[in-house]
């Protein structure tokens, strides 16, 4: 090769790594903020969900609910950081009102019951999505709606790994159960949709 | 005595020494050519990395497995992609064979077999060792896995085998042992390897899943190195042969088992052959029309006629000189770059061994050089197993060149183009050729020989561009 051509193949595949790895950073960002987002959603349907409760049974907490379910819907709208964080806190102010109403709430109100869906969570390799089912308060079937399918392989480890969730869920009747391993984007995806489906059953 | 014995120094016009190295008209041209070919080449690996990069990949180095799956799957894009270019190195493209011949083009070729086989080996360890990782099996287990969990693996397997066998059958030493043919049939073994591959890459990873938008940019790389191979490597030789419909039209006795075949056609200028150009033949007789022989002209094509002249070597090619008038002969070719269109000096030396003459005697025929500027030197074990010297010696005489012969054996274990007296009494190439540095050098002969002229000559201090070599043997 001649000098010249050393010299421009370098730099064109140094533009073009260059292209590439800018394009992977993008998105790398917008998977996190994604993630951010999610969370940020989920937090803010808790706190939605909290403050409704909260104002049906104390009158006092109404009050405060009302506040948070106004920064609660700022959250719904904008991903940042910053206000997702503002939300959590509602969340948490919320959640506080709303434990003192459960407390009350406990002794009458029946346990929920029926099929709830999660939200579509999306991963690096496919979006994952599960159904759980509530009697009487005992989480007694999580169904996969979604698996993560991008590629063969990711096929069979969202395959082998459902299962596996599905029976540590059932016995820990939350999504607080171990990763598994080999599976830690199912896992991740997979427990992240179960929990928005308990939290919107109230569970 | 058996260094130089005839010199035919000839030509009505004087010497002129031309000194200033004129850049060649076809050097600027030629070389931007070959530039781009290669900024191509080295741009594909680029952009392979660059996809893996662009999908995140970046990110997915946190774990062992993490690393060592990413790792294989850049090896294993980078070693497909090496694979790809070997495949276009060999579908004798015309840009490439104007841009560093036919021999030159295979020589990377050859030399990118082994780093692709460690990539694709590398692609195959490190995938294996990263997903048993992530799965906290053992390597084994894991191939099991691969095999029964999933899809297109055993085919995946299945061209890895195969490839591990088209490199090594091609090793030297192992090919050595093999007939031509025999190697050869192996060889397009490479062929189905890469094919059988291909399912694995697109259902497998996450890179070239359905929708992504590289999935699209390999398939396209396949389908664009498939049609190449099919356009120039089938299609363009049959309708050339069957457009010109050579047959042997005589045959000339040129030395015991030497003969010249001259070939007669159709509008044979229209095939844009030149001087030093060689063709992979078939002869279509019995007991040859099974084996396809690349021979170089040895008379400048004329447009009504192809000359060639052939030593018969052990093998069908031994039948050749029986070879019946009429016979029909279908051609893959003109190919190589041991042409005018390599020219970068002014002057000209042209060097020949054994039959390695045929190309040398075209090329003095229509070379362009002032008259007493172009040296010919033929070498040969003894006076009597030259060839074509009768010819060699009329055009030296018509164009004005000066023709030496230099005979003898080489020395054994001494790793000399020249014979034993000469290598002993320090004779080099620019000792025989006046101005050697001003000059381009065409070398015909078989390999270890050729490597041994072309290190005399870049041992003169002769740069790389200004040497040109065709070594004979496959």
Not at chain 2, 123 to 134: D, M, N, P, R, S
Not at chain 2, 208 to 224: D, N, Q
Not at chain 2, 252 to 275: H, K, Y
Not at chain 2, 446 to 464: L, M, Q
């Amino acid at each position: 090769m001649r000098a010249r051509a050393v010299a421009l193949a370098t730099l064109a595949s140094v533009s073009i790594v260059g292209i590439g790895w800018q394009l992977g950073t993008q998105a790398i960002d917008a998977s996190q903020n994604l993630t951010a987002a999610t969370g940020g959603s989920a937090a803010s349907t808790a706190a939605t969900e909290a403050a409704a409760q909260a104002a049906a049974t104390a009158k006092a907490a109404a009050e405060s609910a009302a506040a948070a379910q106004t920064q609660a819907d700022t959250a719904n709208t904008a991903a940042s950081a910053k206000v997702a964080a503002d939300a959590a806190a509602a969340a948490t102010a919320a959640a506080d009102a709303a434990s003192a109403a459960n407390a009350a709430a406990v002794a009458t109100a029946s346990s929920p019951s029926g099929t709830f869906t999660g939200s579509v969570v999306q991963t690096q390799f496919g979006n994952m999505q599960v159904s759980v089912t509530i009697a009487n308060g005992a989480i007694t079937e999580v169904t996969p709606l979604q698996l993560t399918n991008r590629g063969g392989r990711s096929v069979a480890i969202s395959n082998q790994a459902a299962p596996i969730l599905r029976s540590e869920v059932l016995a820990a009747q939350s999504a607080s159960v171990q990763n598994v391993s080999g599976a830690t984007y199912t896992t991740d995806g997979y427990l992240r949709s179960l929990q928005s489906a308990l939290d919107t059953a109230g569970f | 005595m058996s260094l130089d014995t005839r010199t035919t120094r000839s030509g009505p016009v004087p010497t002129p020494r031309t000194r200033a190295a004129l850049p060649h008209p076809a050097y600027g041209k030629r070389m931007r050519l070959a530039d781009s070919l290669q900024i191509l080449c080295v741009a594909s690996v680029a952009i392979v990395i660059a996809i893996f990069l662009a999908d995140g990949g970046a990110a997915r180095f946190g774990t062992p497995a993490d690393a060592f799956t990413s790792l294989g799957i850049v090896a294993g894009l980078v070693g497909t992609d090496l694979l790809l270019v070997m495949l276009v190195l060999a579908a004798r493209l015309p840009p490439i064979d104007r841009a560093f011949g036919h021999d030159q083009a295979m020589a990377v070729h050859q030399s990118l077999g082994k780093p692709a086989l460690y990539l694709i080996l590398g692609h195959a360890v490190l995938l294996i060792t990263g997903y048993a990782l992530a799965e906290n099996v053992n390597v084994f287990v894991e191939v099991w896995n691969m095999f029964t969990s999933l899809p297109d693996m055993p085919l995946a397997f299945l061209g890895l085998a195969l490839m591990i066998g088209v490199v090594v059958t091609s090793l030297l030493v192992v090919r050595r042992k093999f007939r031509y043919e025999a190697w050869h049939a192996v060889h397009l073994l490479a062929y189905l390897s890469v094919l059988v591959a291909i399912p694995h890459q697109l259902s497998v990873g996450g890179l070239l899943s359905e929708g992504a938008i590289a999935r699209y940019y390999w398939l396209a790389l396949y389908a664009a190195v498939a049609a190449a191979i099919v356009v120039f490597r089938f299609v363009l030789p049959v309708v050339r042969s069957l457009r010109h419909q050579l047959r042997v039209d005589s045959i000339e006795q040129v030395a015991p088992g030497v003969v010249s075949i001259s070939l007669v056609g159709r509008r044979l200028d229209l095939l844009g052959a030149s001087s030093g150009q060689f063709f992979i033949w078939r002869f279509w007789s019995a007991g040859l029309w099974w084996q396809a022989h690349p021979f170089s002209l040895s008379a400048a094509p004329n447009g009504r006629s192809l000359r060639i002249t052939v030593r018969g070597l052990g093998d069908a090619s031994a039948e050749l000189p029986r070879v019946p008038r009429g016979t029909r002969v279908s051609f893959e070719g003109p190919y190589g770059l041991f042409t005018e269109s390599a020219r970068t000096s002014p002057r000209v030396v042209l060097i020949a061994a054994g039959i390695g003459v045929a190309p040398i005697r075209s090329l003095l025929e229509t070379v362009s050089f002032a008259p007493g500027t172009a040296t010919v030197l033929l070498r040969s074990h003894s006076l009597g197993d030259t060839y074509l010297v009768d010819e060699l010696t009329d055009l030296c005489w018509v164009r004005g060149a000066e023709l030496r012969i230099i005979a003898g054996e080489r020395p054994t274990g001494v790793n000399t183009w020249l014979p034993a007296d000469a290598s002993r009494a320090g004779i080099t190439l620019s000792k025989i050729v006046p101005d050697l540095l001003y000059s381009d050098i065409y070398i015909c002969g078989p390999r270890p020989w050729t490597d041994a002229v072309v290190r005399d000559a870049r041992a003169g201090g002769v740069p790389k561009k200004q040497i040109h070599y065709e070594r004979f043997d496959w």
